[in-house]
């Protein structure tokens, strides 16, 4: 990133919030949603994009979407990658942009402070993820020269995972157990 913080080094916030949420027992965009956008804007991110699919009505309803780039992906039952891929696609979109900040709208414990730490490794290149005592976690930072592959690469449920995997050697993990939690909520 630029020192003087220049519009040409943007990080984006990408709130991934399209599932059913079954053993959940319903969709959780409409709980979660607010809080997961909250994080990503305190936490330095702009444009706020949200990924939504079952409960996008509900979640409309629910929470105060003004100023976020919402997203109906009709395929959100074909799992998270379809989500991931239509979020990247927004966001290329988008100009200004070095790098998005991927965040599952299921985890309540992620906090401004830690996006904010992530955020400090963007750049086009960059590819990072939180952790928590050691043990990778989201969300996850990918700086736009990676967009096209990630994308192409994901599948069904895994989202980036199993390009994250490819580049292992190249991925900055950012410990963040001081500041968040990394849990996800699956069940009421």
Same mark, same amino acid.
């Given at each position: 990133?630029?020192?003087?913080?220049?519009?040409?080094?943007?990080?984006?916030?990408?709130?991934?919030?399209?599932?059913?949420?079954?053993?959940?027992?319903?969709?959780?965009?409409?709980?979660?949603?607010?809080?997961?956008?909250?994080?990503?804007?305190?936490?330095?991110?702009?444009?706020?994009?949200?990924?939504?699919?079952?409960?996008?009505?509900?979640?409309?309803?629910?929470?105060?979407?003004?100023?976020?780039?919402?997203?109906?992906?009709?395929?959100?039952?074909?799992?998270?990658?379809?989500?991931?891929?239509?979020?990247?696609?927004?966001?290329?979109?988008?100009?200004?942009?070095?790098?998005?900040? %991927?965040? $599952?709208?299921?985890?309540?414990?992620? =906090? +401004? @402070? *830690?996006? /904010? &730490?992530?955020?400090?490794? !963007?750049?086009?290149?960059?590819?990072?993820?939180?952790?928590?005592?050691?043990?990778?976690?989201?969300? %996850?930072? $990918?700086?736009?020269?990676?967009?096209? =592959? +990630? @994308? *192409?690469? /994901? &599948?069904?449920?895994?989202? !980036?995972?199993?390009?994250?995997?490819?580049?292992?050697?190249?991925?900055?993990?950012?410990?963040?157990?001081?500041?968040?939690?990394?849990?996800?909520?699956?069940?009421?």
């Amino acid at each position: 990133m630029k020192p003087d913080g220049s519009a040409a080094n943007r990080v984006a916030g990408l709130v991934l919030a399209a599932g059913a949420g079954r053993r959940y027992g319903g969709p959780k965009a409409p709980v979660f949603l607010g809080q997961a956008l909250r994080a990503l804007r305190d936490g330095g991110c702009d444009p706020l994009i949200a990924v939504l699919g079952a409960g996008a009505r509900q979640a409309r309803s629910a929470v105060d979407l003004a100023g976020v780039h919402v997203v109906d992906n009709p395929l959100w039952a074909e799992g998270m990658a379809s989500s991931l891929r239509l979020g990247l696609n927004t966001v290329a979109g988008l100009p200004r942009i070095s790098a998005v900040c %991927v965040h $599952l709208v299921d985890m309540p414990g992620v =906090t +401004a @402070a *830690a996006v /904010a &730490r992530l955020r400090a490794h !963007a750049h086009p290149g960059c590819l990072a993820r939180a952790c928590y005592h050691g043990e990778p976690g989201h969300p %996850v930072l $990918l700086g736009r020269d990676h967009w096209a =592959t +990630a @994308a *192409a690469t /994901a &599948r069904g449920d895994q989202g !980036a995972r199993a390009y994250l995997r490819l580049r292992a050697d190249q991925v900055s993990f950012v410990e963040c157990a001081d500041v968040a939690a990394g849990y996800d909520i699956d069940e009421q």
